[in-house]
């Protein structure tokens, strides 16, 4: 390795050139881009597996990319590598200096063969980048810059590359071969075999992928629309096989799904999905070889709860519509990340939608987009859906870029129409098909495609913060008279903004019929604007910002009687929602505030229990969504809404509501449960929503009589037959002082110790529980013996839940920023990307009551102070910091 570091020193005049390339910025800038000097149309990877050495030899073909500025060089991105040979056209060389992890080769001619070995140790690598070892097995992650911890390459994903892999190494450890596209042969060769593969769609390398490993397959096929068979497969390991049907049914109803509604057929012969159970996040799409988190594609009804088959369904089809977008067009560089993120959120949120309750699932959505990326957009973390710079991208993979990315596609879509935007999908893939594209490249086609001017919609690629919607409505005599104006608040880097189209879906209620005449459509793509409708005699009840037609920060003061109405009638179910929402949100914070006295609590308190009872008692409503009508706002988003939150009152006072309801409301509650615990065990969508309001019912119950809650939540729990009801059943037991909890926790354990998903599901309702001693649980789970930081499933399980569970996390002595904070510190060196995600929640310190404020702020200092921080997590300190 030493001849490596002093190739650059030989006195070869060839290095001259390499050497003054420039280091790789710190901080890497949108505007900065530039096209790759070279291609690489073919790339040879040959692996020798094995646990702790596998051999790389890499074989690139390079060529002048004649759309680029000409260079002599070309860096081949590293991360951690030796280079153990270097050849050019077969020649060994030493022609080559590193610059910092990157390998740096001055070429003469127009193209070049390129061979390069390394060594890599799959076993030490813990930060599950690269190719690593899980459980035994040998698995590669890529995305964004893994690819670079395996071979030297241009690791960018605007360089596209036909790859030819073989691979072999010992088949009794490794009895199964996996990698991207068709298997092009296979042999044996004593105690060792091999196999290779050849994937003919050229992609960028971070869609590479290798699977080793002792795996079984359930295997299906599908038809596509144009009659060609595909084989379906789902790897997992021996004793999984039988959790895996679920995945396998989403997998197809997916496949059809993305032919009927955006016309796209899959395109190999063959469709792999490999299940490991350490994934830093929840799947990736490798073209042709997915690979999930065990938590997305392992589920039984005795293991995995209701919203566990949701989350699958949805991943499943997330992934799988990525080979569209995100694999057939790719993007130009990784500020395009929202291009097939937020397009295939969308996606895989439509299709969700279509397979079961459309309301239900918008709803979910928006808690989504209101708990986890309200909260980004309007803290130090701020960024543009397409953001501007970056020091690590891993820390970009975020709920702006993921869900406002696809409220943004959302918007685009409810002004077109289906039918028109569905023209403007149709022409990005033709027209880019095979390209490293731009979010520039995926509007302009929208706009020629569906006839839409989205000059100025193009703002909110650009411009950070959740806008603020003032509406105000006036009555004269016949015309009701629609006020709205708008602002962007200042986000870091950017104090000023300008207006941007947002379309609101809207209806005006007659308040004697109950009716409305049509919903209309406004948009408001300017600081103010008046809309007039004529023909009320009496001012009309309003209904603005249907189905969250834009993911925006409604300012408004209704009168609670007009929340109460549209609580009951609405015909819009998100808006029915809405108005629940806003009935106990205006509540919560005008009395968290102190600004309601005795009698306006009360007459408040009583009208949102006269709108629950009326939730509980319409027969017209299914459970599902009966469900969310009784939900109460998070903490999270209450915090939102005060410019200074204090959570340890927030958490008061929604306790104190929801003891209030669960008391006035406690025989139609009761009476709701025992209806829904007739409903016989299945996955339809009754029996679902039975579960559902039973451990609302539960919850509801805990918060107002404890005794009978722990009786009734112990009980559920016995006689439970699925996963939902003994989980719902266990966390409402979790979080009382009472003799079941000890009991159940206890057997919960013992039932499903051997299967790691549910004893994830075991630390975790214990961190998020509404148990006073939960931050002494989590100290004494720490030291379980089930508990690894190698593992990021258990290390979220835990740390993650915690963070989310305000009354823990924001423990006024600030033992709970402590704790996050000593994790971090302790992961970092581990897994960087996993540790860095629990940053966040400490860089709320600026909207939090000066005493915890501080407290929050003296734990960011603490891990900036630390000697030695990965790049992931010193940036997320210092942006928090601010
Ligand atoms: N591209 C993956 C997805 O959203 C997410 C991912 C990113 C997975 C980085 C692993 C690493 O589908
Ligand atoms: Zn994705």
């Given at each position: 390795m030493d001849i490596v570091r002093t190739a650059a020193t030989d006195g070869n005049p060839e290095m001259a050139d390499a050497a003054v390339e420039p280091k790789a910025p710190s901080e890497i800038r949108r505007e900065d881009y530039q096209p790759f000097a070279w291609l690489v149309p073919e790339t040879r990877l040959d692996f020798e597996l094995g646990l702790d050495c596998t051999r790389v030899r890499a074989g690139l073909t390079v060529v002048r990319n004649d759309k680029a500025a000409p260079s002599r060089t070309i860096r081949l991105n590293g991360d951690g590598l030796v280079?153990?040979?270097?050849?050019?056209?077969?020649?060994?060389?030493?022609?080559?200096?590193?610059?910092?992890?990157?390998?740096?080769?001055?070429?003469?001619?127009?193209?070049?063969?390129?061979?390069?070995?390394?060594?890599?140790?799959?076993?030490?690598?813990?930060?599950?980048?690269?190719?690593?070892?899980?459980?035994?097995?040998?698995?590669?992650?890529?995305?964004?810059?893994?690819?670079?911890?395996?071979?030297?390459?241009?690791?960018?994903?605007?360089?596209?590359?036909?790859?030819?892999?073989?691979?072999?190494?010992?088949?009794?450890?490794?009895?199964?071969?996996?990698?991207?596209?068709?298997r092009t042969g296979a042999g044996e060769d004593g105690d060792s075999h091999w196999a290779e593969w050849h994937d003919p769609w050229p992609k960028p390398c971070y869609l590479f992928a290798l699977v080793a490993g002792d795996l079984i397959a359930r295997s299906d096929s599908f038809?596509?629309?144009?009659?060609?068979?595909?084989?379906?497969?789902?790897?997992?390991?021996?004793?999984?096989?039988?959790?895996?049907?679920?995945?396998?049914?989403?997998?197809?109803?997916?496949?059809?799904?993305?032919?009927?509604?955006?016309?796209?057929?899959?395109?190999?012969?063959?469709?792999?999905?490999?299940?490991?159970?350490?994934?830093?996040?929840?799947?990736?799409?490798?073209?042709?070889?997915?690979?999930?988190?065990?938590?997305?594609?392992?589920?039984?009804?005795?293991?995995?709860?209701?919203?566990?088959?949701?989350?699958?369904?949805?991943?499943?089809?997330?992934?799988?519509?990525?080979?569209?977008?995100?694999?057939?067009?790719?993007?130009?560089?990784?500020?395009?990340?929202?291009?097939?993120?937020?397009?295939?959120?969308?996606?895989?949120?439509?299709?969700?939608?279509?397979?079961?309750?459309?309301?239900?699932?918008?709803?979910?959505?928006?808690?989504?987009?209101?708990?986890?990326?309200?909260?980004?957009?309007?803290?130090?973390?701020?960024?543009?859906?397409?953001?501007?710079?970056?020091?690590?991208?891993?820390?970009?993979?975020?709920?702006?870029?993921?869900?406002?990315?696809?409220?943004?596609?959302?918007?685009?879509?409810?002004?077109?129409?289906?039918?028109?935007?569905?023209?403007?999908?149709?022409?990005?893939?033709?027209?880019?098909?095979?390209?490293?594209?731009?979010?520039?490249?995926?509007?302009?086609?929208?706009?020629?495609?569906?006839?839409?001017?989205?000059?100025?919609?193009?703002?909110?690629?650009?411009?950070?913060?959740?806008?603020?919607?003032?509406?105000?409505?006036?009555?004269?005599?016949?015309?009701?008279r629609l006020r709205l104006t708008q602002t962007v608040p200042p986000t870091p880097g950017q104090p000023e903004k300008e207006p941007m189209p947002i379309p609101l879906k809207l209806a005006l209620f007659d308040r004697a019929s109950g009716k409305h005449r049509g919903e209309e459509l406004v948009v408001l793509d300017e600081d103010s604007a008046e809309f007039a409708f004529d023909g009320f005699a009496e001012k009309p009840v309003l209904s603005i910002n249907r189905s969250f037609s834009a993911p925006v920060q409604i300012e408004r003061a209704v009168p609670r009687e007009e929340l109460v109405f549209l609580a009951a009638r609405d015909d819009d179910p998100f808006a029915r929602y809405e108005a629940m929402q806003d009935l106990m949100t205006g509540y919560l914070v005008a009395t968290v505030s102190g600004d309601l006295g005795a009698n306006e609590r009360e007459a408040a308190r009583a009208d949102i229990a006269q709108a629950m009872q009326a939730v509980i008692e319409d027969e017209a409503l299914d459970d599902l969504m009966r469900g969310e009508l009784m939900s109460m706002p998070s903490q999270a988003y209450l915090a939102e809404q005060m410019l200074l939150a204090d959570p340890g009152r927030i958490h008061a006072e929604r306790e104190a509501l929801k003891a209030d309801l669960g008391a006035r409301l406690a025989p139609q509650l009761h009476t709701l449960y025992d209806r829904a615990q007739e409903v016989a065990f299945s996955l339809d969508a009754e029996a679902k929503g039975a579960r559902k309001v039973k451990t609302l019912v539960l919850a509801y119950a805990a918060a107002s009589d404890a005794e009978k809650a722990a009786e009734l939540a112990a009980y559920q729990y016995d006689r439970a037959d699925n996963m939902t009801d003994r989980q719902g059943a266990l966390m409402v037991l979790?979080?009382?002082?009472?003799?079941?909890?000890?009991?159940?926790?206890?057997?919960?354990?013992?039932?499903?110790?051997?299967?790691?998903?549910?004893?994830?599901?075991?630390?975790?309702?214990?961190?998020?529980?509404?148990?006073?001693?939960?931050?002494?649980?989590?100290?004494?789970?720490?030291?379980?013996?089930?508990?690894?930081?190698?593992?990021?499933?258990?290390?979220?399980?835990?740390?993650?839940?915690?963070?989310?569970?305000?009354?823990?996390?924001?423990a006024a002595d600030g033992e709970g920023y402590r704790l996050i904070a000593d994790l971090i510190l302790e992961l970092d060196p581990i897994n960087a990307q996993t540790a860095a995600r629990f940053v966040p929640p400490l860089g709320r310190w600026r909207r939090i009551e000066p005493g915890r404020s501080a407290l929050m702020h003296r734990a960011l200092e603490r891990i900036a102070a630390a000697p030695k921080l990965s790049r992931d997590t010193f940036e997320q300190v210092t942006r928090s910091l601010g």
């Open positions: 280079p153990t040979s270097v050849t050019v056209d077969g020649e060994p060389t030493q022609a080559f200096a590193m610059d910092g992890d990157d390998l740096l080769l001055t070429l003469s001619g127009e193209a070049h063969e390129i061979g390069i070995e390394t060594e890599i140790d799959p076993s030490a690598n813990t930060q599950l980048m690269g190719l690593y070892a899980s459980n035994g097995m040998l698995c590669t992650q890529c995305e964004a810059e893994g690819f670079r911890r395996i071979t030297f390459f241009p690791d960018r994903p605007d360089v596209l590359s036909t790859y030819t892999v073989r691979m072999s190494g010992p088949k009794a450890q490794f009895p199964v071969l996996l990698c991207n596209g068709n038809t596509t629309m144009s009659g060609r068979e595909v084989e379906l497969n789902v790897w997992v390991r021996e004793g999984d096989l039988e959790r895996t049907e679920h995945a396998m049914e989403s997998l197809k109803r997916s496949m059809r799904w993305d032919e009927e509604v955006f016309g796209r057929e899959y395109d190999l012969d063959l469709f792999n999905i490999v299940a490991v159970s350490d994934f830093n996040m929840g799947a990736m799409e490798n073209k042709g070889l997915n690979i999930f988190n065990t938590k997305y594609v392992l589920a039984d009804p005795e293991t995995a709860t209701d919203s566990d088959y949701d989350a699958i369904e949805g991943v499943i089809g997330h992934e799988y519509f990525h080979n569209w977008s995100g694999n057939r067009i790719t993007c130009r560089d990784w500020f395009q990340l929202s291009l097939k993120e937020g397009f295939t959120v969308l996606r895989d949120q439509l299709f969700s939608a279509d397979m079961g309750s459309e309301p239900v699932k918008r709803i979910e959505d928006v808690r989504v987009l209101r708990g986890a990326q309200f909260p980004e957009d309007s803290g130090p973390l701020a960024h543009p859906i397409r953001p501007d710079s970056y020091r690590e991208i891993s820390n970009f993979y975020t709920a702006t870029v993921y869900n406002k990315g696809a409220e943004v596609i959302r918007m685009m879509r409810t002004m077109a129409g289906e039918e028109a935007f569905r023209k403007g999908t149709d022409l990005y893939f033709e027209r880019h098909d095979g390209e490293a594209a731009t979010c520039e490249d995926f509007v302009t086609s929208i706009e020629d495609g569906a006839g839409l001017d989205l000059t100025r919609f193009r703002r909110w690629y650009a411009q950070a913060g959740t806008p603020k919607v003032g509406v105000s409505l006036d009555h004269d005599g016949d015309v009701a979790a979080g009382l002082d009472s003799g079941a909890r000890t009991g159940r926790l206890l057997d919960f354990y013992e039932r499903y110790r051997d299967n790691a998903l549910v004893v994830d599901k075991w630390f975790s309702l214990q961190a998020a529980s509404l148990h006073p001693q939960v931050v002494d649980h989590v100290k004494a789970l720490r030291d379980h013996p089930d508990f690894t930081l190698r593992n990021p499933n258990r290390v979220r399980a835990l740390y993650m839940a915690f963070a989310a569970n305000p009354a823990a996390f924001h």
